[in-house]
């Protein structure tokens, strides 16, 4: 059997045509359950010091922890987390909306993941010259209160000139549109970047606005624990919040390629060469 990474002519023309594809069982049950358990080990000895994650309010990328999480394993709560009176209105394995973002570097559990076979066979059949992970997201989407993700592409955080940052999104437990599953825009990978958000001193800002999407171009991509979905760097995609009593836990890994293709130093995310290369 071919590794699980290993794409059929088939299934890279359906990438290349609608800028996704599902790949079935790509982690065991065992892998699964072993960066699950590793995650619940982590947010055990997580002291609180966290800071909170949106996507619809731009003011977080503004600060400082955010910025070294490029470099280490951090925290991040969800919006809704907290109650009026500034504390947690559950318990913290709770109110975590993300664990990033060099997981890959720094875990020995989701480096193996990161670096295995499957994945570095699936660079090799994208036509990656020197494939590396540039950021890691644990993703939790918690009941109740796992905020929205808004319409965005990759290519829009982790740019190089050429575009070439891919997503992979590993369900770490069943997605459904109940819990908040990943939407996206078929094909939308062929109009162009829309936009690029660029890193100032203390600060970051988008170059333009964001467009305006129609909800009825999404398709929902529901998938089983185990499965990947691969995103192209250019494809609008989205997840809406999770109203549910039941979380979507996900990793999500993206690459770039360092061959051919420079890292924009206006990123927010400043790439250290020895990280992330196979
Ligand atoms: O997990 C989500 O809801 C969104 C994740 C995402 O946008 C990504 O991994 O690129
Ligand atoms: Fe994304």
């Given at each position: 059997?071919?590794?699980?990474?290993?794409?059929?002519?088939?299934?890279?023309?359906?990438?290349?045509?609608?800028?996704?594809?599902?790949?079935?069982?790509?982690?065991?049950?065992?892998?699964?359950?072993?960066?699950?358990?590793?995650m619940?080990?982590?947010?055990?000895?997580?002291?609180?010091?966290?800071?909170?994650?949106?996507?619809?309010?731009?003011?977080?990328?503004?600060?400082?922890?955010?910025?070294?999480?490029?470099?280490?394993?951090?925290?991040?709560?969800?919006?809704?987390?907290?109650?009026?009176?500034?504390?947690?209105?559950?318990?913290?394995?709770?109110?975590?909306?993300k664990v990033g973002?060099?997981l890959?570097?720094?875990?020995?559990?989701?480096?193996?993941?990161?670096?295995?076979?499957?994945?570095?066979?699936?660079?090799?059949?994208?036509?990656?010259?020197?494939?590396?992970?540039?950021?890691?997201m644990y993703i939790f989407?918690?009941?109740?209160?796992?905020?929205?993700?808004?319409?965005?592409?990759?290519?829009?955080?982790?740019?190089?000139?050429?575009?070439?940052?891919?997503?992979?999104?590993?369900?770490?437990?069943?997605?459904?549109?109940?819990?908040?599953?990943?939407?996206?825009?078929?094909?939308?990978?062929?109009?162009?970047?829309?936009?690029?958000?660029?890193?100032?001193?203390?600060?970051?800002?988008?170059?333009?606005?964001?467009?305006?999407?129609?909800?009825?171009?999404?398709?929902?991509?529901?998938?089983?624990?185990?499965?990947?979905?691969?995103?192209?760097?250019?494809?609008?995609?989205?997840?809406?919040?999770?109203?549910?009593?039941?979380?979507?836990?996900?990793l999500?890994?993206?690459?770039?390629?360092?061959?051919?293709?420079?890292?924009?130093?206006?990123?927010?995310?400043?790439?250290?060469?020895?990280?992330?290369?196979?």
């Amino acid at each position: 059997m071919p590794p699980a990474g290993s794409l059929t002519d088939e299934q890279l023309r359906f990438f290349d045509t609608n800028g996704y594809l599902v790949l079935g069982s790509f982690s065991s049950a065992e892998e699964v359950k072993a960066m699950r358990d590793r995650m619940a080990e982590l947010v055990d000895g997580f002291d609180g010091a966290g800071d909170v994650f949106s996507t619809k309010d731009h003011r977080q990328v503004k600060n400082d922890f955010f910025f070294k999480s490029a470099e280490n394993i951090s925290f991040f709560f969800e919006e809704k987390a907290f109650g009026d009176d500034g504390c947690l209105k559950q318990a913290k394995e709770l109110s975590i909306n993300k664990v990033g973002h060099a997981l890959h570097e720094l875990d020995p559990v989701f480096k193996k993941f990161s670096f295995g076979v499957n994945v570095s066979s699936l660079f090799s059949s994208l036509r990656y010259k020197r494939p590396a992970v540039i950021q890691s997201m644990y993703i939790f989407k918690q009941p109740g209160i796992g905020g929205e993700v808004v319409p965005h592409q990759d290519n829009t955080f982790l740019y190089t000139d050429p575009p070439s940052c891919t997503g992979l999104w590993l369900a770490l437990e069943d997605a459904t549109k109940t819990n908040g599953c990943l939407w996206a825009i078929p094909g939308s990978h062929k109009n162009g970047l829309k936009r690029r958000m660029i890193r100032d001193e203390n600060d970051t800002h988008f170059d333009h606005p964001s467009p305006t999407y129609d909800l009825k171009e999404f398709v929902p991509l529901e998938v089983k624990s185990g499965d990947l979905v691969v995103i192209h760097g250019d494809l609008i995609h989205q997840s809406f919040e999770n109203l549910s009593p039941v979380s979507r836990h996900a990793l999500s890994l993206h690459v770039i390629d360092t061959e051919g293709c420079e890292w924009s130093k206006q990123n927010w995310l400043v790439y250290f060469n020895t990280f992330g290369e196979f």
